[in-house]
């Protein structure tokens, strides 16, 4: 198969897909058919390591940036707003029965909070027009090490999954 090589970027996508000038450049007169996103999961590699983590690679947070416009820097909330956005912006590109499809993991349940980050972000991504949640998929990563977290204190599951997240632009 033949495929054509595209150029890439690196940068905050809000302020990318808000430039025609620089969409144009990258995509021309073309409308994208597929969009994978597999963002930071909100503030998650921003806060310090626990458990087997701690253990093997220390306990220092490692964020991707500093930087605040960073999704892996933003509390949940902010997170889920500036998600959306970013896809409500790439949609402009993006031809009519086209793909959104998203990599997201759950956090772990802390108290009363289950903290289902999948659900919220099926759940805020649906607010979009014309965008629709068509169901998801399930990856789970085998090379995932796994222990016997909170053993003998308290139950905590291992998170070796992913949720694949897909979503359409239709008409209506």
């Not at 390591?49 to 220092?60: E, L, P, R």
């Not at 940036?65 to 912006?89: I, Q």
Request: glycine share 6%.
């Amino acid at each position: 198969m033949d495929l054509q090589v595209y150029p890439t970027i690196c940068g905050d996508c809000i302020q990318i897909l808000q430039n025609d000038a620089v969409m144009n450049e990258l995509i021309g007169k073309q409308q994208i058919g597929l969009c994978l996103i597999d963002p930071p999961y909100a503030n998650m590699m921003s806060k310090k390591k626990t458990g087997a983590d701690a253990y093997i690679h220390g306990d220092v947070a490692t964020p991707f940036t500093n930087e605040a416009a960073d999704l892996g820097n933003m509390e949940r909330s902010e997170f889920l707003e500036t998600l959306k956005k970013s896809v409500e912006l790439m949609l402009a590109y993006m031809k009519t029965e086209g793909y959104v499809v998203v990599f997201i993991k759950d956090l772990q349940p802390h108290k009363k909070e289950t903290n289902l980050l999948h659900s919220e972000v099926v759940n805020k991504l649906n607010e979009i027009p014309k965008l629709y949640y068509k169901g998801m998929k399930i990856w789970a990563d085998e090379s995932a090490k796994i222990y016997p977290y909170g053993y003998p204190f308290s139950f905590v599951a291992n998170q070796v999954h992913q949720y694949i997240l897909v979503f359409r632009k239709e008409k209506r």
